[in-house]
C-alpha cells in the first residue's frame, strides 16, 4: 500500500484544473445500459471507483472500452440482470445498476451495498421508489432482487430522514425513462451531478421535465439511442483544491469549473473571510488571502443547493487553523467525522457535541503519521499536512484514489511538498502495528 508524506509549510500559488466529476460519471456509466447503442463519454477521471465501475458493466455483458484521454465507449448490446456480491460489495455505488437493470432488463438482482465508514447507507428509499413504479422487491442472501414486469410510472416521494437521496433519486429516474406512462417524482435530489445524468439521459431520448429542481416529471419512451456527453467538472474536487489554497494561505486559481454549482461553499468562504473570485465566463474561481484575517463560521451540510457534505472534512480542517470558534454540524452524516481523532494527533483542538464538531482554531498544527479512514477525510488529512509544521505521512491512501485523480501531482505543481512513496518507505515507529 503507498503513503504519502507532506513536508508542511508551504503557501499553495498557481492554477490547476479540476477534472470530470466522479460522482456524475457513476450513475452515467449505469445509464449505457439503458440502450443497445453504443455511448461514447467523455472528460471521465482515471479513478478505481470508474475503472470498477467498468469492470461491472463488463460482468453485465457490455463491451467498455477506455479510448484514453478521458474518453470512454460503453456498447451493452446485450445484459444480464446480475450484478454480483463480490464486486458490488466493493463500492456502494454500485447500487445505481438497480434502476437501469429495472428499465433495460424488467428485472435486477443487486447484492446490498455494504455500509461504510460514514454511516449505514441504507438504501429504502430506493426500494420504495421502485414498489411505487410497479416493481416487486425482494430481500435474498444478501441481494436485493427485483421484478419489474409489471413496471409502470406513477407519482411518488423520494423524500428521507435526511433529505433527498441522490444516487436514490438517479435510480427512480434510470428505471422510469423505459416505464410506460407518466412518473412524477417529488423531493428528487437536484445535485448538478443528478443533472449531468437527467442531460445525458435526454440525450439519449428520455423525455424528463424539471431538471435542477426537486421535481420531476419523466413520460416514459419505448427505447433510448446512443450519443455522446461530456461529463461536468467536479465540484468537489475543485472545492478541495480551493481550501488546499485556502489552508495555506497562499493563492490558487481552479479552472475548467461550474462557479454556479459551488455558491454555498464560496458563500461560506468569503463568510470566513477567506477572500475567493469567481469568474463565471473563463470557468475559474480563485482562493488567495492569509490565514491571520480569517474568522470563525458556522457550517452546516445540507442536500443541494446547501454547504455538501463532501466538502465537510475540507472545511473543518481549514477551520481548525482559523482563529475563533467554529461548529460544524453534519445533517447527511451524523457521524462522518472520522477525520477528527487524526487532526487531534496533528494539534487541532475540537470536541464533538452530537452531530456537530466544535473546532477551537490553532495558530498552528503539526506533522503528524495520520490513517485515512474514507475518500473525503483523506483529503482533509493531506490539507491539513499542507499546512502543518513539519513532515505527515498519511497511510491507507487507496481510500484517497477513489475519488481524486493525481491529487498529489496537481498540489506539487502548486508548490506543496508531497509524494507518493511505498509504505515500506515510512519510519518504523510510525509503521501501523
Ligand atoms: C451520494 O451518495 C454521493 N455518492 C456521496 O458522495 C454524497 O456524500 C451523497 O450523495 C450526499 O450528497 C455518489 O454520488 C456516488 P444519498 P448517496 O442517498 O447517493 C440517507 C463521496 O465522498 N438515505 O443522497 O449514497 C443516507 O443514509 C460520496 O464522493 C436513506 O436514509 O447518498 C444519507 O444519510 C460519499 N435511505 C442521506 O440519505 C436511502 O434509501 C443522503 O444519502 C438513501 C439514502
Redesign the pocket.
Known amino acids: 500500500m503507498d503513503v504519502m508524506r507532506i513536508e508542511g509549510g508551504n503557501a499553495l500559488r498557481g492554477r490547476v484544473r479540476t477534472g470530470g466529476a466522479?460522482?456524475a460519471v457513476?450513475?452515467i456509466f449505469a445509464a449505457t445500459l439503458l440502450t443497445d447503442e453504443p455511448v461514447v463519454i467523455q472528460r471521465v477521471p482515471d479513478l478505481s471507483d470508474i475503472r470498477f465501475m467498468a469492470d461491472l458493466l463488463r460482468e453485465l455483458g457490455a463491451e467498455v472500452t477506455d479510448q484514453g484521454g478521458g474518453t470512454w465507449r460503453i456498447h451493452a448490446r446485450e445484459v444480464g440482470h446480475v450484478a454480483p456480491y463480490e464486486l458490488v460489495r466493493k463500492m456502494?455505488?454500485s447500487?445505481?445498476l438497480l434502476g437501469p437493470l429495472v428499465g433495460r432488463c424488467r428485472q435486477a438482482k443487486v447484492s446490498l451495498p455494504g455500509g461504510c465508514v460514514?454511516?449505514?447507507?441504507?438504501?429504502?428509499?430506493?426500494?420504495k421508489g421502485l414498489e411505487r413504479l410497479g416493481c416487486r422487491n425482494s430481500i435474498r442472501r444478501g441481494y436485493v432482487e427485483v421484478n419489474a414486469s409489471g413496471l409502470a410510472g406513477n407519482h411518488l416521494y423520494l423524500g428521507?430522514?435526511?433529505?433527498?437521496?441522490?444516487?436514490?433519486t438517479?435510480n427512480i429516474v434510470m428505471a422510469a425513462v423505459l416505464a410506460p406512462g407518466v412518473t412524477r417524482i417529488e423531493s428528487a435530489?437536484c445535485?448538478p451531478?443528478v443533472v449531468d445524468l437527467c442531460r445525458l439521459l435526454q440525450a439519449m431520448g428520455a423525455d424528463i421535465e424539471g431538471v435542477g429542481s426537486h421535481y420531476l416529471k419523466i413520460t416514459g419512451v419505448d427505447r433510448l439511442h446512443g450519443c455522446e456527453h461530456t461529463v461536468l467538472p467536479d465540484r468537489?474536487e475543485a472545492g478541495t483544491l480551493l481550501l488546499a489554497g485556502a489552508i495555506t494561505g497562499g493563492e490558487v486559481t481552479v479552472e475548467g469549473v461550474v462557479p454556479g454549482h459551488m455558491r454555498a461553499l464560496l458563500d461560506k468562504m468569503e463568510e470566513a473571510r477567506i477572500a475567493v473570485e469567481a469568474d463565471p465566463d473563463a470557468g475559474t474561481i480563485t482562493v488567495h488571502g492569509s490565514r491571520e484575517e480569517r474568522r470563525a463560521v458556522e457550517v452546516i451540510t445540507l442536500?443541494?443547493p446547501g454547504f455538501?457534505?463532501?466538502l465537510q472534512a475540507q472545511m473543518l480542517a481549514t477551520l481548525a487553523l482559523t482563529s475563533g470558534i467554529s461548529i460544524i454540524t453534519e445533517r447527511?452524516?451524523p457521524n462522518r467525522f472520522m477525520h477528527v481523532p487524526e487532526l487531534l494527533r496533528m494539534g487541532a483542538d475540537i470536541s464533538m457535541e452530537g452531530p456537530s464538531a466544535v473546532v477551537n482554531g490553532r495558530p498552528a498544527l503539526y506533522g503528524a503519521p495520520v490513517m485515512a479512514s474514507?475518500?473525503?477525510a483523506s483529503a482533509a488529512l493531506v490539507l491539513a499536512g499542507l499546512a502543518a509544521e513539519g513532515e505527515t505521512w498519511v497511510q491507507r491512501i487507496y481510500h484517497l484514489d477513489r475519488?481524486y485523480e493525481r491529487l498529489e501531482s496537481k498540489l506539487a505543481t502548486l508548490g506543496a511538498k508531497i509524494e507518493r512513496l511505498p509504505d515500506s518507505e515510512m519510519p518504523s515507529e510510525f509503521k501501523e502495528e
Do not use: F, M, S, W
Open positions: 466522479k460522482n457513476l450513475p456502494r455505488a447500487v445505481c460514514i454511516g449505514p447507507r441504507p438504501i429504502d428509499l430506493h426500494l428521507g430522514r435526511h433529505g433527498p437521496t441522490v444516487t436514490g438517479a435530489a445535485e451531478e468537489i442536500p443541494h455538501p457534505t463532501d447527511i452524516y474514507d475518500l473525503r475519488g
